[in-house]
């Protein structure tokens, strides 16, 4: 990583077209981990909501992401895509848990019927 004071004259010199990314969390060390999760729902209504994903490895290490600022949008086998972080990462995933969050205090609670979930490394994409 580079200190936010002096990442443009250390990456500016390069010719070649280059990514940088400047994800932080607010816990220490500071880092995000991100994943890009694919969801098609199975739906018939349309449902808005959050998406929570906690990742569990095989000793019992649990890492919960963060809840993103926007809800999304789903409908009956229509793919969405959802960029979510996490403060950890987990090297070996032995079970993944979805929570669906739809922020209402009044009314039924909604429930989102999952068709296909993929869920990608985009720090480790060969993962």
Not at 16 to 44: E, H, V
Not at 55 to 60: N, S, T, V, Y
Not at 70 to 83: N, P, R
Request: net charge positive.
């Amino acid at each position: 990583g580079y200190h936010a004071d002096r990442w443009k004259k250390l990456l500016i010199p390069y010719s070649s077209p280059m990514k940088a990314y400047f994800d932080t969390s607010d816990q220490d060390p500071f880092c995000m981990y991100n994943y890009l999760m694919d969801i098609t729902t199975w739906n018939k209504s349309l449902r808005r909501g959050f998406i929570k994903v906690k990742m569990i490895d095989d000793a019992g290490n649990t890492v919960e992401s963060q809840m993103n600022s926007e809800a999304s949008t789903f409908q009956q086998y229509k793919k969405v895509k959802i960029l979510t972080g996490f403060h950890r990462d987990i090297e070996k995933i032995a079970k993944i848990s979805m929570t669906f969050l739809t922020k209402t205090l009044i009314g039924p609670k909604k429930k989102l019927r999952i068709l296909q979930m993929k869920l990608k490394s985009l720090n480790n994409p060969k993962r």
